[in-house]
């Protein structure tokens, strides 16, 4: 089991910033892949970024690729997403989730074994 508690979450501006953490606990020696997701309200869970634990490699959705950055800190088993120029579209509730084995890009809900309890992301115009 991998337990993932996000934060950073918050009430912001158009145009701020924002960094969100997911730290990692349990047996994280299983994570191959990690990603974020968000929720919008009245709108099905979406990708948002995603990235491999031990190379790097990353993925993006394309509406976000400009603005987000997905990076981790494996020492600290911290996932972080970095969000620049929030739009009031940005918003909703933001997920970590890992996925345990190897898989190319996974971007689909299913493609992930264990998730976060989300934090509120809200963007106003």
């Known amino acids: 089991q991998v337990q993932l508690v996000e934060s950073g979450g918050g009430l912001v501006q158009a145009g701020d910033s924002l960094r969100l953490s997911c730290a990692a606990s349990?047996?994280?020696?299983?994570?191959?892949?990690m990603g974020w997701f968000r929720q919008a309200p009245g709108k099905e869970r979406e990708f948002v970024a995603g990235?491999?634990?031990?190379?790097?490699?990353?993925w993006y959705k394309d509406s976000v690729k400009d603005r987000y950055t997905i990076s981790r800190d494996n020492a600290k088993n911290t996932l972080y997403l970095r969000m620049n120029s929030l739009k009031p579209e940005d918003t909703g509730v933001y997920y970590c989730?890992?996925?345990?084995?190897?898989?190319?890009?996974?971007?689909?809900?299913?493609?992930?074994?264990?998730w976060g309890q989300g934090t509120q992301v809200t963007v106003s115009s």
């Open positions: 989730a890992t996925r345990r084995t190897i898989r190319a890009a996974p971007t689909l809900e299913y493609e992930y074994d264990y």
């Open positions: 349990g047996r994280t020696f299983m994570m191959y892949a």
């Open positions: 990235i491999t634990w031990i190379g790097g490699g990353t």
